[in-house]
């Protein structure tokens, strides 16, 4: 790779350099907006469908912009299921979600990294070969163990194993959690928390005083992810709820889909509803979201 | 001191890390490794979930292995992942790459292509049926404007495949695209600045930097997208919930099938089986290519 050096501002060639750097330009802008366009269009296309009247909706070729928008779309669609129960018994499932992978992980975190013990980084390789455990190995037997215990027909399925680190989807698990949150607390600096020891503060007290307060942004993340990725499961709710009225909104959104198919308007504005936490949770925190999947890609 | 100092300071630290421990461990036995014992159990049993199993040796295996059905899933779901996988890694590297410029409009398009991959899968499988539809979908519209004629998609067993695919890359790709520019962020800027008094050219640049710097990144992605893959289940429960796998099979994915076995035909010991095979790929999967990468890293010069 050794040609000569080829710069020489006011030639022709520069120039034609020039002009081909500004097509290029303008290539790469034009790609990025039609990406954005393809990616965006059906979500745009999600809302548009909710707005429009039953007339509106079956037409060829289809219409983006409704002429006259059916905002009474949302309170029949929310009418037509249980959604305001479908909407409650999510939020209990996300909430237990939340503070069940905070409960488990947080400390688990702790003991993999600030504490010392012999077997840590081996047991701690056990964590990392959880994190690629698919969860249909162990629904059938989670399923008979659930139903021994008496527990379904009752939301605890989806509520207990966060609180034991063992919430397992395709997308975010507890020991993802241990995992963001250990490589966290090793860049810790570590004179703070000889600093916390010196003083004489047992493990409990360091980790609540010292190790939380400092591991702030990681702990947000992991928030995040626990809630967003509890809202929007479907397989373990599909699994383990076995009564109509304890349904997800992901459960119950499916049954609308199959049990209403052509009312594609109302399944729109319930679809909208649906996505609403989740997209004002990403609004609100694009950052954490954005760090935790760098984290987890680049160290992993 | 004690005869064994060394022993008497393991346990403390051992005893001292436990309560700390506990919740992860207790669920890590009951909830994970028991299930796994008792699904290796139950792969040799005839099991229906109403009597006691009953031990049946290999046989399920045997079944397994005779099961056209079987096979029919595992094709569906090797096709998925062997076009899915690259798909997802070249689209995601290149929205990645465009976005590590210094373009307009940075944040939004980035904002822009990710959201998608925060919409619950549900909702984007439902949007994209209706997308799908093949008398008054968008995409059909959208391809008349080119004079393609009406296609079937998921109601097309030879389109069906790729309709799902379409679905699961627009809500994956973001993910993807996210991990790839963290990475690009990692390539030391003074790398091109050599080439470039070089005079070496972008794809140069691209092939004998950009790439092996992102070697760990890439594998990274690729591991993830084949696990997700050989579970894929969500999006196409949802689309073929009237009808699983429909049409004729074409979508019936190993999990799908797996699903059926356990819940709709109460075949327990069969589903235990695939389940376990799935087990053993899944982690077959991930040795090989950890494996792989520490070989890559190396070549890389990095760890």
Redo the contacts between chains.
Sequence with gaps: ??????SMAGTPGARRRQAGRWGR?GL??V???V??VI?????V??VS?SLKGNAD??????VLFPAQPQTGNYAQALSYIPFGTYFRNSAIVSAATVVGTL???V??A??FSI????G?DLVFR?VL??I???????????Y??FRNLGWLGTLLPLMV?P????F?T?YFA?SLA?FLLRQFMLGLPRDLIDAGRIDGAG?WRL?WHVVVPLSKGSIVTVVLFAF?TS??A??AP??FITKGDLYT??LG??QY??LHFTA?NY??AA?VV??LP??VA?VLA?RY??QG??????K? | MSARPGTGR?AR??A??L???A??L???I???V???V??LY?SFTNFN?LQAPQWVGAQNYQNLVADPTFWTSVGNTLYITLIGVPAGVIIGLG?AL??N?D???RD??R??????A???????A??????LNP????LN?VL?IFHVSPLGWLGDPSWAKLAELLIVL?GS???IM??????LK?VPEQLYEA?S????SGW?RFRHITLPMLG??LF??V?VGV??Y??F??QA??IT??DLGAPVNSTLYY?IY??QN??DFLK?GY??AM??V??LT??AV?VLFFAFQRRLVFYAGED
Aim: proline content about 9%; overall charge positive.
């Design positions: 790779m050794a040609a000569p050096a080829r330009r790469v802008q790609t990025l907006i990406t954005s990616f965006l269009l059906p979500l296309w999600m469908s909706i079956f037409v060829f070729p289809p409960v488990a992980c400390p688990a702790y003991a504490l010392r013990w012999p840590r056990l070969a959880t690629m455990l698919p969860f249909p190995v162990v629904m059938v037997p989670q008979l163990i194993p609180f034991l680190g063992a397992i395709p507890s241990i493990n980790l967003l809202w929007t479907f397989v599909l699994i909104l992901s959104l499916q889909q199959s594609f399944l729109m679809s649906f996505c989740v997209l990403f694009q979201f954005v999947i760098s984290l987890t890609g680049t992993g | 393991a630290q051992l001292a890390a309560p700390f421990l919740p992860w207790i669920g890590l009951g909830l994970i028991v299930p796994v008792l699904v139950w979930l929205t465009l976005l410029r373009v307009r409009g939004f398009h904002a822009a292509i990710f959201l998608p925060i919409v619950p899968p549900v909702a984007g439902i949007v994209w049926i209706w997308i008398d008054y979908g968008l519209a008349s627009w790709i973001g993910q996210i991990v790839f520019l963290a990475g990692e080439a008094i070089d005079g070496a140069a760990p990144v990274y992605n591991v696990i997700f050989l579970q289940f969500e429960f949802v919930s009237k999990t797996l699903y356990a819940f327990m589903a235990a389940a376990w799935l087990f899944t982690l991930t």
